[in-house]
């Protein structure tokens, strides 16, 4: 078990025990959310996936181009190194060695982009979950919804279906 979810763990149980009586004898009503199953059935997240792969297909494409240019230098000085002259060969050696630092510059730029934005789309799916679960929270009166860190929870208290539904309507 993660230190942080065990000291999440020890934290509630804590809080439970220094309740007083008349505090714990008092119905509360407890929901549990379960983040990556919400997560995975958001309709905003296949949104975001597709606009995702819309922005960054055409550098995708142009890589895997480049990808095979300096496969192809790579092979003819494999193929044709033993036959060139010493300044062909030192030519198609340099030319090959700047492509594929390019190529590498290039890949390392374009992870760093596709990056940033996933998680700047992330970040935004993440904010539409948590007023999803308040709205319900709001909505249906619950005193505590809690999300990680959850061991066991019946389905009395789950309302990850009705998080998802939520994100379904857009609001």
Known sequence: M????????LVAISIVLLMPATAMAENYKIGVVNAIKVLEAAPQAEQAKKRLEKEFSGRDKKLVAAQKAVKQKEDKLTKDGTIMSEAELKKLQKDTLSARRELKRDQDEFRDDLNFRRNEEFGKIQRQIVQAIQKIAKDE????IVGEGVIYASSKVDITKKVIDQLKKGK
């Open 141 to 144: 009166k619950f005193d505590l």
């Open 2 to 9: 993660k230190i942080q979810t065990l000291s999440k763990l």
